[in-house]
Antibody, heavy 121, light 111 residues
Framework: EVQLVESGGGLVQPGGSLKLSCAAS????????MHWVRQASGKGLEWVGR??????????AYAASVKGRFTISRDDSKNTAYLQMNSLKTEDTAVYYC????????????WGKGTTVTVSS | QSALTQPASVSGSPGQSITISCTGT?????????VSWYQQHPGKAPKLMIY???NRPSGVSNRFSGSKSGNTASLTISGLQAEDEADYYC???????????FGGGTKLTVL
């Protein structure tokens, strides 16, 4: 079964850091780009960023709202993607989803169930 | 403010058809046939319903269809059913550095 499972969410104070993980199974992880998408309570989906495959030089891109604070990485040997979040702000409070985009496609066909990040003092 | 514009809400009665629009620019919707649509029920993860403007993934009902004209893409749901009540999001590839843009979402109510 193709599956993505996020973990690492929790409560953190403003200015703090948190690292989310996304464990993949059931497909060739190394060949897929991995994206992170977040959703604040009652709000819409917001693309956070992505990391491409080794074949595409592990290229990363980020939304303007998180650029310079968030870093996406991956460990293909562990079939896991990561989202390192630093200098967290209250507006980063959201459910964070990881999602797959296969090579040469432009849609996200597999989504995890999400992990909740709350930034509050 | 979302990069793609969707109506905040639409509604329809069971059996009817509804259409949700998604308006972008020539840098995203209008420039590429890479529009996708996602359905999201409360408390659940988004689910891919349409990709590359008009293609349905395996397992998605043929009551769902997509199209595009110029800078506007559309999702049509025919034969509305109660289970279709959900939020719907469009997304497009974009030539900007961000690579992906979403619409603000549309809440579908089945009356």
């Amino acid at each position: 079964e193709v599956q993505l499972v996020e973990s690492g969410g929790g409560l953190v104070q403003p200015g703090g850091s948190l690292k989310l993980s996304c464990a993949a199974s059931g497909f060739t992880f190394s060949g897929s780009a991995m994206h992170w998408v977040r959703q604040a309570s009652g709000k819409g989906l917001e693309w956070v960023g992505r990391i491409r495959s080794k074949a595409n030089s592990y290229a990363t891109a980020y939304a303007a709202s998180v650029k310079g604070r968030f870093t996406i990485s991956r460990d293909d040997s562990k079939n896991t993607a990561y989202l390192q979040m630093n200098s967290l702000k209250t507006e980063d409070t959201a459910v964070y989803y990881c999602t797959r985009r296969r090579m040469v496609t432009y849609y996200m066909d597999v989504w995890g169930k999400g992990t909740t990040v709350t930034v509050s003092s | 403010q979302s990069a793609l514009t969707q109506p905040a809400s639409v509604s329809g009665s069971p059996g009817q058809s509804i259409t949700i629009s998604c308006t972008g620019t020539s840098s995203d919707v209008g420039g590429y046939n890479y529009v996708s649509w996602y359905q999201q029920h409360p408390g659940k993860a988004p689910k891919l319903m349409i990709y590359d403007v008009s293609n349905r993934p395996s397992g998605v009902s043929n009551r769902f269809s997509g199209s595009k004209s110029g800078n506007t893409a559309s999702l049509t749901i025919s034969g509305l059913q109660a289970e279709d009540e959900a939020d719907y999001y469009c997304s497009s590839y974009t030539s900007s550095s961000t690579d992906v843009v979403f619409g603000g979402g549309t809440k579908l109510t089945v009356l």
